[in-house]
C-alpha cells in the first residue's frame, strides 16, 4: 500500500529557529501534498496545497512567508516553518494524492514544540 | 458556520453497545465522503468511505444524505479498542483544489 514517510516525528526548538518538515511518499508519485496543521481538541486545518513544480497554494489566513513549502519532486514535499514562537506549536501533517486517484495518504505527523 | 459539523462529545458507551455520529457540511458541492478515525497524538486513518446509497463494513455502517448534507456513522458491538475521535470529512472537487475538510471530531470511549 501507499505509504508517506514523515520526519521528524517530534521537534522541539527555540524561539526565532528554523525547523524543516519532510514527507516522501515511498512508493508512489505523489502529485498534490497537502499541508495540515492541528491544534489540541481541534480539527486538522488545511494550511497549503503544492503541486509538484509550482508554487504553493496557501489557505486564507496563512502566512506563505513564514511556512515555506517545497515540493521539488513528486516523491518529497517539506514544510519549514521560519523564525518560529510558541503559537506555532502544534502537529503538522502531510497528505499525499495521486495523480488519477482520489486517495489520500497521510504521513504520521510531526509534533513541534517552540520554547 | 463551520464547513463540517461534529458533535464533539465524549460518547461514553458501554462494550457492546450501538452508538451514531451524525455530521452534516455546509458546501453543496462536495464529490466524497469519509469517516476517518484519530487516536490520541496520531495522524487520522480511514475508517470508511460514504456512499449515497449506504454502506456496511463490519460493525460500522455509514450513510449519505445528499440532499439534507448529512453524514452518519453507526458502530455496532462497540469494542475497548472502538475508543477514538471519529472525524467527519469531506472532499472538495477540483475546482476546490481536491482537498479534504475535516470536522473536528466526536470522541468515543468505550468501557468495560
Known amino acids: 500500500g501507499a505509504v508517506v514517510s514523515q520526519h521528524p516525528s517530534r521537534v522541539i526548538c527555540k524561539s526565532g529557529t528554523s525547523v524543516k518538515i519532510e514527507c516522501r511518499s515511498l512508493d508512489f508519485q505523489a502529485t498534490t501534498m497537502f499541508w495540515y496543521r492541528q491544534f489540541p481538541k481541534q480539527s486538522l486545518m488545511l494550511m497549503a496545497t503544492s503541486n509538484e513544480g509550482s508554487k504553493a497554494t496557501y489557505e486564507q489566513g496563512v502566512e506563505k512567508d513564514k511556512f515555506l513549502i517545497n515540493h521539488a519532486s513528486l516523491t518529497l514535499s517539506t514544510l519549514t516553518v521560519t523564525s518560529a514562537h510558541p503559537e506555532d506549536s502544534s502537529f503538522y501533517i502531510c497528505s499525499a494524492r495521486r495523480r488519477g486517484n482520489y486517495g489520500y495518504t497521510f504521513g504520521s505527523g510531526t509534533r513541534l514544540t517552540v520554547v | 458556520r463551520k464547513e463540517v459539523e461534529q458533535d464533539p462529545g465524549p460518547f461514553n458507551v458501554p462494550e457492546g453497545a450501538t452508538v451514531a455520529f451524525n455530521c452534516t457540511y455546509s458546501?453543496?458541492?462536495?464529490?466524497?465522503f469519509f469517516w476517518y478515525r484519530q487516536d490520541c497524538r496520531k495522524e487520522p486513518k480511514l475508517l470508511m468511505s460514504v456512499y449515497s446509497s449506504g454502506n456496511e463494513d463490519g460493525r460500522f455502517t455509514a450513510q449519505l444524505n445528499r440532499a439534507s448534507q448529512y453524514i452518519s456513522l453507526l458502530i455496532r458491538d462497540s469494542k475497548l479498542s472502538d475508543s477514538a475521535t471519529y472525524l467527519c470529512v469531506v472532499g472538495e472537487g477540483a475546482e476546490y483544489g481536491n482537498k479534504l475538510v475535516f470536522g473536528a471530531g466526536t470522541i468515543l470511549r468505550v468501557k468495560s
Open positions: 458546501n453543496s458541492a462536495s464529490q466524497s
